[in-house]
């Protein structure tokens, strides 16, 4: 099979196609060929050797989400068939012609979408309901902030957010504000121009919002607390402004009744990544077809140019998913 691979850690040059063996399928495996695959910002850091060559359950290969039709299926196999249109997040391999995902992680295409718009939803949504929904609790009329709100995780955040019923603040580049006002965003906020945590405040007459969907980290740390309402949820996705410790203030902790999460997929065990999956998968895939909800695609690029497709995403300048077509 032909596949993205690289000798070397480095700048988005290093990968190139390359002919690689084919996966073989294991007991609880299904073998996808490949249409579409996510790329990811993981990718980018396993490029840049921040996972070394770790294998991450499927493959040594990079990529984590894939849409495809099953080909082939392990002996342990339930409920799929040869030929079903599936979508999911794998451990790595996604970069592939073909690529194998235990069957508990796989879910159904929803109608009407194609392989590439279903190759933009695993990862970005899966982890958008995990942070507002099952770890940020958040319920019809509260109010959330979401930062990087064009991202592929934040995109899919503000639209499951306006689907529970929320007030949706979110940040992003003032070029981005109206993608993002069109997604659900109810106030939209230029992080370039306007100091965020002073934005809520006089947005919610001094109170604050009920939760914070953060990817960037310490940097933004200290203003996140102070634009928590009591009881507020804070959800860490991400470390996308470095990962120094912040200085967290104990009192505001304390006598605002905060609550502090983090979540990272990778590191979860597959019991807990399946689980994660079914949650979404019961809660929203309907909501695909219906067009309730849609994924966001910036670009699409031949799985040959992958390296280019890098470059949009550290570009810092996509709105949406980045995705590969084999």
Partial sequence: MRAIDFKEFGPASVLGLAELPDPVARPHDLLVRVRAAGVNRA??????????????????????????????????????????????????????????????MAMPIPGGLDYAHAAAIPEVFVTAHEALVHLGRLVAGESVLIHAAASGVGSAAVQLAKACGARVFATAKGAKLQRVRELGADVGIDYTTTDFAQAIQEATAGHGVDLIIDFIGAMY???????????????????????????????RLLYRHLHIFGTVMKSRSQAEKQAMTKRFRDTWLDHFSNRELGPVIDSVFPLARASEAHQRMESNESVGKIILAM
Avoid: C
Wanted: zero cysteines; aromatic letters at 8%.
């Fill in 43 to 104: 990718d980018v850091l396993h490029r840049e050797g921040h996972y070394g060559r770790s294998d991450f359950g499927d493959s040594t290969l990079m990529g984590l989400e894939i849409a495809g039709d099953v080909v082939a299926m392990g002996s342990e196999v339930r409920q799929w068939q040869l030929g079903d249109r599936v979508m999911g997040i794998v451990g790595g391999g996604a970069y592939a012609e073909l690529a194998r995902i235990d069957y508990r």
């Fill in 221 to 251: 740390f200290d203003k996140n607390l102070a634009s928590l309402d009591f009881g507020g949820r804070l959800v860490q996705v991400g470390l996308l402004g470095g990962g120094a410790p912040p200085v967290l203030d104990l009192q």
